[in-house]
């Protein structure tokens, strides 16, 4: 078997580690007493999401949708079909939508409007990475990982013909 080059890192595993633990102390914060339903956006965020699911200390549930928007290329389409929907009622609970990366925030966009229309009593955007070199839609983050420049990156889940979302870390596909 073939080995290919190793995949230089961009933010390290520590770091993911660290700042997605940050980050569920800042959810815990904002949604004591409330309903809480985290909705990952498949397949990209489900490392992530499981990570940061654990590092929220409150009862909450997890659901899922899946969006398609890159196929297998390296930039989005533009165009974002919802093709898996969520299954927990929403009405009057506080949701966080949970993205891997914002880029174009046409995915963002699309899905926020989508969960908006359950009527949720909130509904607030973490995303994992953001890049705003490829903004196209704003999008308001209410949570954030990291910013990054416009490098297409794979790993903790972000894959490339759907490789490399075991890395333990991000890394640049060069």
Known sequence: MRRSRP??????????RART???????????????????????????????????????????????????????????????????????????????????TGFTAEKVLGAL???????LRLCTLLHKPARGRVEVKIDYLGFTIPDRFVVGYGLDHGGLHRNLRYIGVLE
């Open 7 to 16: 995949i230089p890192a961009l933010i390290t595993e520590r770091r993911l």
């Open 21 to 103: 633990r940050a980050i569920g102390r800042e959810i815990r914060r904002d949604h004591r007493g409330g309903d809480l339903v985290l909705v990952g956006v498949l397949r990209g965020s489900f490392i992530f999401m499981a990570d940061l699911a654990r590092s929220i200390d409150l009862p909450l549930a997890c659901d899922f949708v899946k969006v398609s928007s890159y196929g297998s290329r390296t930039v989005s389409s533009g165009r974002v079909r919802i093709e898996l929907d969520v299954s927990h009622p929403l009405r009057g609970k506080h949701v966080v939508l949970v993205e891997d990366i914002v880029d």
């Open 116 to 122: 908006r229309a359950r009527r949720p009593a909130s």
